[in-house]
């Protein structure tokens, strides 16, 4: 199944602010790893965060990290929504301040 990418407003931001070559290597990921399997965990690239609603996935792209939300529609047509492009650095303080864990 082909998978719609949307980007959030502030995931738009995110990417016009990197480096020309990060944004080709970021987008370039992003198209290559959701488009069609985004719920497809691995070890090192794709990782299902675990007690947290939003977002509930973040992707590994070298020192940068993608956050998506996967949803489907009644007809069972799949969107990622990709919610926020951080630094390595910044991630984990981003998830902390703006995911939300599952009750």
């Known amino acids: 199944m082909r ?7 502030e995931a738009e931001e995110d990417i016009a602010a990197l480096k020309a070559s990060d944004r080709a290597k970021a987008l ?3 198209e290559t790893f959701l488009r069609y399997e985004p719920e497809k965990t691995s070890k090192s690239r ?3 965060l675990q007690k947290m609603q939003k977002p509930q ?3 590994r792209i070298d020192d940068l990290r993608a956050f998506y939300d996967v949803s489907y529609t009644d007809d069972g047509d799949g969107a990622v929504e990709v919610l926020r492009i951080r630094e390595k650095s910044e991630a984990m303080r981003w998830l902390a301040e703006f995911g939300r864990k599952e009750e």
């Open 46 to 48: 794709i990782k299902r």
């Open 28 to 30: 370039d990921a992003i």
């Open 3 to 9: 998978y719609e990418i949307i980007f959030s407003p």
């Open 57 to 59: 996935y973040r992707l």
